[in-house]
């Protein structure tokens, strides 16, 4: 699943774990919220989830989170 994922999705996807909302993404990664909504929704096709929460949780327990 993670290994589908292109790098910025994972990017995306470690601060979503780390808890982090689309607006912080946005700012750390210097992208518009906009792009990261559009990340977010690709991840969560990706991984076959319904929500930021179950894809925060696979960040968590797949070790992306620092």
């Known amino acids: ?8 999705e994972r990017d995306v996807l470690s601060l979503v774990g780390a808890g982090d909302s689309n607006a912080e993404i946005a700012e750390e990664l210097v992208l518009t919220a906009a792009t990261v909504k559009g990340h977010m929704t690709s991840i969560m096709l ?7 929460v179950e894809a925060a949780l696979i960040a ?4 992306m989170v620092n």
Not at 1 to 8: F, Q, S, V
Not at 46 to 52: F, Q
Request: net charge positive.
């Open 46 to 52: 990706k991984l076959g989830v319904r929500n930021r």
């Open 1 to 8: 699943m993670i290994a589908e994922l292109t790098p910025r």
């Open 60 to 63: 968590y327990q797949s070790g």
